[in-house]
């Protein structure tokens, strides 16, 4: 298991294990974890589960493709960080990964 921390705006930060191969929105939604709305269930079809990823983390975690970024065109406040958690896949390397979701999503 990955060990993914979210911090939700606003709360406490919330640990949840993820299945390695996973997106880190699927460990996001069944931990209820606030500010994750995923509501193209993961298709890259919305900006609803956008997040930022902490900066020691954008490296390991990548670019994000094209089509997300098109994607977080409809995001709000997107910064260089942004990423759709949809989009990320969990692997050993983002064990302890952090990422905040934003205030409100897109």
């Given at each position: 298991m990955t060990k993914i921390t979210f911090f939700a705006a606003p709360g406490e930060p919330r640990a949840v294990d993820a299945l390695r191969g996973a997106s880190v929105m699927e460990p996001a939604l069944r931990n209820a974890v606030p500010g994750i709305e995923a509501?193209?269930?993961?298709?890259?079809?919305?900006?609803?589960?956008h997040v930022y990823v902490a900066d020691e983390?954008?490296?390991?975690?990548g670019k994000p493709s094209q089509m997300e970024e098109d994607m977080l065109d409809f995001a709000f406040e997107v910064r260089p960080n942004s990423r759709l958690?949809?989009?990320?896949?969990?692997?050993?390397a983002l064990d302890g990964?952090?990422?905040?979701?934003?205030?409100?999503?897109?």
């Amino acid at each position: 298991m990955t060990k993914i921390t979210f911090f939700a705006a606003p709360g406490e930060p919330r640990a949840v294990d993820a299945l390695r191969g996973a997106s880190v929105m699927e460990p996001a939604l069944r931990n209820a974890v606030p500010g994750i709305e995923a509501e193209c269930g993961g298709a890259c079809a919305c900006a609803t589960c956008h997040v930022y990823v902490a900066d020691e983390w954008t490296e390991k975690v990548g670019k994000p493709s094209q089509m997300e970024e098109d994607m977080l065109d409809f995001a709000f406040e997107v910064r260089p960080n942004s990423r759709l958690a949809c989009q990320i896949k969990v692997t050993e390397a983002l064990d302890g990964l952090v990422v905040t979701t934003p205030a409100k999503q897109g």
